[in-house]
C-alpha cells in the first residue's frame, strides 16, 4: 500500500473507530466491566499479582478440598511482595479453619465464574442455548473443543471422535435455526452455519519438530475423516495453529490435505495466520500460492490473530539461545497486523478473511481498508473471543457487519491452559483490553502503531 493511501485511511479509522465504541459501554474507562473480579484488576496491574493467580488457575482442577485450595492460593499469594489490603485480609482469613474453607470455597467459585465466562459449555449440547442465542443476535460461532496436544492414539482417536460428534449436533441444530442472510453469504457464494475449529496437536500424539512427517501421516486419516463429514454435513472445518514447532508441518498437511482431488468441491476450511511471528509474511506468501494454484469451488478461510503462544516462544527461543521469533514490541505487532490485514483484503477472492481481534485500532482499519478496497461490507468476517470481546462483536453486528464469536467448549480441566490463555491476554500490560478498561482516551486508542523503525 502506498503511503497516500495509508495517509487518506486515518480519517476513516477514526471515524469508523468512534461509531464502534459508542456501541460498546466497556470503552467508558470501568475496570472492572472486562472482568468482573477485583482481583483480576489488581492483576492487571501488578505482574507477581498476577502470576500468582494463574498459577492457582492452573491447579484448581488438581485439588481435592477445600482445605487444599486455600493451602494453594495462600502459598501463591505469599510470594506477592507488595500485597494490597484486600490480599492482606484474605492472608489472614487463611489462619484459621473455618476461614480456610471459606477462602478456598471463594477461589474455586471465582474460577468457575471466570471459565464460565470464557466455556460456553461441557460439551456441544450443553453449548446450544448459547449458540442459538447468538445465532438470533446476528451473530455466528466457531466451536472449538477445548483440549490440549495428546500424548496417546487412544486420546487422539477420542479427540476425534468428540470432533465429529460435535460436527453432528451443530449441523443439526444450526439447520433449525431462523435465516441470518448476512451470515450466510458472502461475494464468494454460501457460507455453512456450523463452524468447528480443531487442532491438529489433539489429533496425533506424533506431532514433534524433529520429525514432522511422522506426525502429519498419523494425523492425517483422522483429520481427512473430519474433512469428509464436514463435506457431507455442508460444515466448516477451521484448522487452529498453535505454537511455532508445529506451525509448518500443520500448514503443510492441511493445505496438502485440501489439495486432493475429493475436496475440490468442499468442505470449506481454512487456517490461521498469527501476526506476532515476524515471519508472519512469508507465511502468508506461501498460503496465496497455494490457493493460486489449487483449484477449489470454495476459498480458503484465513483466520489473521495476533496469538496466544507470545509468553512461551518467547522463554523457549531464549533458553536455546535463538532469535526471538515474534514481536517483542506491541506497536510492531499491530502495525504488522495491518499490514497483513491489507494484503488479505487485496487478495480475495483467492481466500475468505477472517479478522480476529479486540484492538478496536485493528478492527477500524480493517472495516476502513475494504471500504477504500470498494469491498461489501458482508466480504471480511469479524470475529471475537467469547468472554472477551462480545460487546465489540455486539457493535460491529449492529453495524451490520459479519461477525463470528469463538466458542470453547470442555470441561474445567481441559480448559484450563485455554483459559490462562485468555487472561494473560485479557491482563497484559500492553494489551488494548487493559488500555481500554483503564480509560485510555480514544484517540490514543485509535492512533497509528508506533513502530520501532
Known amino acids: 500500500m502506498v503511503v497516500g493511501a495509508a495517509t487518506s485511511l486515518e480519517p476513516e479509522i477514526r471515524r469508523v473507530g468512534k461509531a464502534l465504541s459508542e456501541g460498546f459501554p466497556s470503552h467508558r474507562g470501568n475496570p472492572l466491566k472486562v472482568l468482573d473480579d477485583r482481583a483480576m484488576d489488581l492483576a492487571a496491574q501488578d505482574a507477581e499479582l498476577r502470576a500468582a493467580l494463574f498459577r492457582f488457575v492452573d491447579v484448581v482442577p488438581a485439588c481435592r478440598s477445600l482445605d487444599d485450595l486455600a493451602a494453594h492460593l495462600t502459598s501463591f499469594l505469599g510470594e506477592v511482595h507488595a500485597q494490597p489490603p484486600s490480599l492482606r485480609a484474605a492472608m489472614r482469613i487463611g489462619d484459621t479453619k473455618a476461614g480456610r474453607a471459606a477462602l478456598g470455597a471463594a477461589g474455586a467459585a471465582g474460577v468457575r465464574r471466570m471459565a464460565h465466562r470464557f466455556i460456553v459449555g461441557e460439551d456441544p449440547q450443553a453449548a446450544l442455548p448459547t449458540l442459538r442465542r447468538l445465532w438470533r443476535d446476528g451473530i455466528a460461532a466457531s466451536v472449538d473443543l477445548l483440549g490440549e496436544a495428546t500424548v496417546t492414539a487412544e486420546e487422539a482417536d477420542r ?44 489429533l496425533t500424539p506424533l506431532l514433534r519438530p524433529e520429525a514432522p512427517e511422522r506426525g502429519q501421516r498419523d494425523a492425517a486419516p483422522r483429520l481427512r475423516a473430519l474433512l469428509r463429514q464436514a463435506k457431507q454435513l455442508d460444515a466448516h472445518l477451521h484448522i487452529d495453529m498453535e505454537s511455532l514447532d508445529t506451525r509448518e508441518a500443520v500448514l503443510e498437511l492441511v493445505l496438502d490435505l485440501l489439495a486432493e482431488a475429493e475436496f475440490a468441491d468442499g468442505p470449506s476450511a481454512g487456517v490461521v495466520l498469527q501476526a506476532y511471528l515476524r515471519d508472519s509474511p512469508q507465511t502468508l506468501d506461501t498460503i496465496l500460492e497455494w490457493a493460486d494454484r489449487t483449484p477449489r469451488a470454495l476459498p480458503l478461510v484465513v483466520r489473521l490473530v495476533k496469538g496466544a503462544y507470545w509468553d512461551h516462544e518467547v522463554v523457549e527461543a531464549r533458553q536455546h539461545g535463538w532469535s526471538v521469533p515474534v514481536f517483542e514490541r506491541k506497536g510492531d505487532c499491530d502495525a504488522n497486523f495491518e499490514a497483513l490485514t491489507a494484503r488479505l483484503l487485496e487478495a480475495r477472492p483467492l481466500v475468505r478473511v477472517a479478522i480476529a481481534s479486540h484492538n478496536l485500532r485493528s478492527v477500524a482499519h480493517a472495516i476502513a481498508r475494504n471500504r477504500l478496497l470498494d469491498g461489501e461490507p458482508r466480504d471480511v468476517e469479524f470475529q471475537v473471543l467469547r468472554g472477551l470481546g462480545d460487546d465489540l462483536g455486539r457493535a460491529l453486528a449492529a453495524s451490520g457487519l459479519r461477525v463470528r464469536s469463538y466458542c470453547p467448549v470442555g470441561d474445567l480441566v481441559a480448559g484450563m491452559a485455554y483459559l490462562v490463555r485468555r487472561l494473560l491476554e485479557n491482563t497484559a500490560n500492553e494489551s488494548f483490553l487493559a488500555d481500554q478498561a483503564h480509560g485510555v482516551p480514544l484517540e490514543q486508542l485509535l492512533a497509528p502503531p508506533e513502530t520501532s523503525t
Open 159 to 202: 479427540y476425534a471422535a468428540r470432533c465429529a460428534q460435535a460436527l453432528d449436533t451443530l449441523a443439526a441444530a444450526y439447520a433449525r435455526m431462523d435465516e441470518q442472510p448476512l451470515l450466510e453469504r458472502d461475494a464468494s457464494g454460501p457460507l455453512p452455519r456450523a463452524n468447528l475449529s480443531v487442532k491438529v496437536s489433539a
